[in-house]
């Protein structure tokens, strides 16, 4: 299995483009997720879906959508690229397991410049 | 809110010393409680998790965290410390209530062991 996967690692935006930036997973778990994490920030959650078909937003939704076509993709798109998006993005899947969640797995990140 | 704390943002020790790294979270219900740990220029790996039973749990390299519900906390502890072990840390809840998977993240400590 290759678990999670990312596309691109690196991006450069200049402002006022769009972008998409693409996850996908190959151990059919029903929850992925998109983070951000920005220094000495951790990891901010900026949506989430529990299968196909059905997405939420997490704490910082803002300047972003998302898509869930199929269980195995979940990308992010960034409509209007602004600085403060600047940051590494990290897509990750997990399986609800008997004990409500188990392990979220992570992708290799993609680093975003905005300028 | 819910949330987690993460006292020690920035912990340098010498090879072979003692780690204890804390971590607080504030749900008082039933909760599972991860560490994550992220290499230089690497995505998050689990260290190990706790759900039930045991309140000492031990992961992978050495490591080992101790659950205290008393005090809301699940700090990683490692007995003698190497310079591969250079790395950011991260505690991370997910509260049994919720249905959507959603794990709380603590800021994260980052961790710099000296040769």
């Known amino acids: 299995n290759a678990g999670v996967t990312q596309t691109p690692k690196f991006r450069i935006l200049k402002i006022g483009q769009s972008m998409t930036l693409q996850c996908t997973q190959d151990?059919?778990?029903?929850?992925m997720y998109w983070y951000r994490q920005d220094p000495g920030m951790g990891l901010k959650l900026i949506y989430y879906s529990v299968g196909a078909g059905i997405t939420d937003k997490g704490e910082v939704p803002n300047g972003y959508n998302v898509s869930r076509s199929t269980t195995e993709d979940f990308p992010l798109r960034l409509e209007l690229a602004a600085p403060s998006q600047t940051s590494v993005y990290f897509c990750a899947s997990s399986y609800p397991g008997t004990s409500g969640l188990d392990e979220q797995f992570f992708g290799p990140g993609t680093r975003l410049t905005v300028l | 809110a819910q949330s987690v704390s993460q006292h020690n943002h920035h912990v340098i020790l010498s090879e072979a010393a003692s780690l204890e790294l804390g971590c607080n979270y504030s749900y008082g219900g039933t909760v599972n409680l991860f560490w994550y740990v992220q290499y230089p220029g690497q995505h998050l790996q689990l260290l190990l998790k706790?759900?039930?039973?045991?309140?000492l749990v031990k992961g992978i390299k050495g490591f080992e965290a101790e659950f205290i519900k008393s005090k809301f906390s699940f700090n990683l502890r490692k007995p003698s410390v190497q310079w591969s072990d250079t790395a950011e840390y991260f505690c991370a809840a997910y509260h049994g209530s919720s249905n959507t998977g959603k794990l709380i993240f603590g800021q994260g400590t980052t961790l710099q062991v000296k040769p």
């Open positions: 151990m059919n778990h029903n929850y």
């Open positions: 706790y759900f039930s039973g045991d309140p």
